[in-house]
T-cell receptor, first 114, second 113 residues
Framework: EAGVAQSPRYKIIEKRQSVAFWCNPI?????LYWYQQILGQGPKLLIQ????????DSQLPKDRFSAERLKGVDSTLKIQPAKLEDSAVYLC????????????FGQGTRLTVV | AQSVAQPEDQVNVAEGNPLTVKCTYS??????LFWYVQYPNRGLQFLLK????DNLVKGSYGFEAEFNKSQTSFHLKKPSALVSDSALYFC???????????WGAGTKLIIKP
């Protein structure tokens, strides 16, 4: 079974620039998550989709972050404009259902904002 | 409110010895409990989960965890540690009354030869 695909793997941008990350979840997985992981910390949920609807975006900084999941499959996460504190690994994960089944994670995108 | 705690930032164990990585949680209903592992420069991988049933759960790579309702704990264990078990381990808790999965801060496990 193919895993969760994310691109790019690495990105370096200057502050105030914009950046977008892409995620292709495992086929058939209705739930898709975007996490932010800062070095030395646990993952922080940014947004959770159930099919193409948003279930939880309470920790998404909506003034600069946006995400969409068109047709309930692929998803993109955008940051505009980026700040230095956005430097982190952005993880995409998917699961069959929101809670009782395990999530499968992509390799992540390491973002460095300079 | 849900919360999960991993009280140890780091655990050091000699190869061949048993290991325990601790996790305690707080939820207002029945918990769903997970352990994930993160190897250096790799994504998070699922190890095991407790949803219902037998309190002792067996997972990947010889790991197991015991759900203890009275102590609200879900400690990860392995009878004999390997150097290759060295990684970052995360405990996570969810509830069926909402869709939120709360993650612990992680425990760095170091297995010394």
């Amino acid at each position: 079974e193919a895993g969760v695909a994310q691109s790019p793997r690495y990105k370096i941008i200057e502050k105030r620039q914009s950046v977008a990350f892409w995620c292709n979840p495992i086929s058939g997985h209705a739930t898709l998550y975007w996490y932010q992981q800062i070095l030395g910390q646990g993952p922080k949920l940014l947004i959770q989709f159930q099919n193409n609807g948003v279930v939880d975006d309470s920790q998404l900084p909506k003034d600069r972050f946006s995400a969409e999941r068109l047709k309930g499959v692929d998803s993109t996460l955008k940051i505009q404009p980026a700040k230095l504190e956005d430097s982190a690994v952005y993880l995409c994960a998917s699961s069959l259902d929101p809670i009782s089944t395990e999530a499968f994670f992509g390799q992540g995108t390491r973002l460095t904002v300079v | 409110a849900q919360s999960v705690a991993q009280p140890e930032d780091q655990v050091n164990v000699a190869e061949g010895n048993p290991l325990t990585v601790k996790c305690t949680y707080s939820v207002s209903g029945n918990p769903y409990l997970f352990w994930y592992v993160q190897y250096p420069n790799r994504g998070l991988q699922f190890l095991l989960k407790y949803i219902t049933g037998d309190n002792l759960v067996k997972g990947s790579y010889g790991f197991e965890a015991e759900f203890n309702k009275s102590q609200t704990s879900f400690h990860l264990k392995k009878p004999s540690a390997l150097v290759s078990d060295s990684a970052l381990y995360f405990c996570a808790v969810g509830m069926d009354s909402n869709y939120q999965l709360i993650w612990g801060a992680g425990t760095k496990l170091i297995i010394k030869p």
